[in-house]
């Protein structure tokens, strides 16, 4: 007896979207996309995978990202290392400097949605596929406080549009790239001297990323940072302390709550001045559903031009968090407008014609191609919540007529097969 062939599942941390729950991705989407155009932002697309230098210099060796989750890919056409992304910001800096963005405008404000890959240990809201809707603002002339207001406040906007209730906002500031290397020096020599006290992970840490111990959930090592930094935030330069007064300032300015979070130091190195985090209840330990910040230095160290004085703030939500934050998980019937029936399948050419007529007049119209029972023709109607059946029987066939049932007031109505387009398209309406 020969073995069936092993059925092939989908990979761990990946979802099929099926069903009814795509057009409530697509609704999602729409939503998103209306709020972006408010606020003067237009989408780019880059691909899905890029030369792994491009992750490794922007998102830090010593991230997590970077360090253990990212997917590479072999290929046998590159010499270079590809990976597929973990994020959308390095490539949005790797397009806008490649098409030389800054010698074009002064502001580009840019969006993307789509699908990012991390090998992470999937858990509820922690994938390997996921999907996020981003933004970028880099320019010459990014570098204002109203416009970390902006980018906020179009956060905060776009996650209740998308059905998000309570979006709580955390904020932070990490200083220019000169405060962070002080600070560096600062923390490192703190907790070199408590280095006793911190957990094994956070020793490593130390040594490659002095600015991650911030971030440990464990008790010792939440005690040693609240020893070091008391409730203080980092100790910045005034300049910083004043730029991050003012993005406060516009945000109360313009009803935006926030919850500064002085520990807040995000998992990616780009990060400089403010960062946030947007979270949601009933996320569980994946309670982010959207971050990002400012990232200055970014694109001096990407290769834009030395002469030219950058600047660029972002963020990014998760698709999945979105919905699981909001509840929505029923998804979406997207109905059929018209299904037709035919009594006898030898009228299925005839049907198949009329059908073609009414898609062409932009009418959502099926049938059924292998000769099933009328009874079935109308459950599949059913099924696909068509508004209404048509059918055609023999009467109709020799009279050029055809019966049309509404569904859902189950009521019939007789018409001339010629002017069944006229007729769907007003009762459509
Ligand atoms: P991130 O915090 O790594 O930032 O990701 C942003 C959002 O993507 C998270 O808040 C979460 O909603 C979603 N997300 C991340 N990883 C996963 C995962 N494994 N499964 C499901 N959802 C996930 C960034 O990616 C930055 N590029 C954001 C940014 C843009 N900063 C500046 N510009």
């Not at 004085?309 to 407008?337: C, W």
């Amino acid at each position: 007896m020969t073995q069936s062939p092993r059925q092939i599942s989908i990979p761990r941390g990946t979802h099929d979207i099926l069903g009814p729950q795509a057009p409530l991705w697509e609704k999602l989407e729409a939503s998103a996309r209306r709020v972006l155009t408010y606020y003067g932002y237009s989408e780019i697309r880059t691909p899905i995978y890029e030369d792994v230098a491009l992750f490794k210099r922007s998102l830090g060796d010593t991230s997590d990202v970077v360090n253990k989750q990212l997917l590479e890919l072999k290929s046998s056409t590159e010499d270079e290392g590809l990976a597929l992304r973990p994020e959308g910001t390095a490539a949005v800096v790797r397009s806008y400097i490649e098409n030389n963005n800054d010698k074009k405008e002064p502001l580009s404000k840019l969006f993307y949605v789509g699908p990012m890959f991390r090998g992470e240990r999937p858990q509820k809201g922690r994938l390997r596929q996921f999907h996020q809707i981003g933004v970028e603002a880099i320019g010459p002339q990014a570098a204002s406080p109203l416009l970390d207001a902006e980018v906020l406040a179009l956060a905060m906007h776009l996650l209740k549009e998308c059905g998000v209730q309570t979006p709580k906002l955390l904020l932070n500031t990490l200083g220019s790239v000169e405060d962070k290397q002080h600070v560096s020096v600062f923390l490192r020599d703190a907790f070199n001297q408590r280095r006793d006290l911190l957990c094994e992970d956070c020793r490593q840490r130390f040594e490659r990323n002095v600015f991650r111990v911030l971030d440990c959930k464990k008790p010792p090592c939440k005690a040693v940072v609240a020893e070091v930094l008391g409730n203080q935030g980092l100790p910045l330069s005034a300049e910083s302390t004043a730029y991050f007064d003012k993005v406060k300032a516009s945000l109360t300015d313009l009803n935006i709550p926030f919850t500064i979070a002085p520990h807040l130091v995000r998992g990616l190195d780009y990060y400089t001045h403010t960062v946030f985090e947007i979270t949601s209840e009933g996320l569980g330990s994946q309670d982010a559903v959207g971050a990002g910040g400012r990232y200055s230095g970014l694109l001096h160290q990407l290769g834009a031009d030395p002469k030219t004085e950058f600047s660029a703030i972002g963020f990014a939500v998760g698709v999945e968090r979105i919905l699981l934050a909001s509840g929505q998980t029923e998804g979406i019937v997207k109905g059929l407008d018209a299904y037709m029936v035919v009594m006898d399948h030898v009228f299925s050419a005839r049907a198949f014609n009329l059908i073609q007529q009414l898609r062409l007049a932009g009418i959502s119209a099926d049938m059924s191609y292998n000769g099933a029972s009328m009874k079935s023709q109308l459950s599949r109607a059913n099924k696909l919540s068509a508004r209404f059946a048509l059918i055609l029987g023999e009467d109709e066939m020799k009279s050029e007529k055809i019966a049309v049932k509404d569904m859902t007031a189950s009521t019939q109505e007789i018409i001339d097969q010629k002017d069944l387009v006229n007729y769907l398209t007003t009762r459509l309406k």
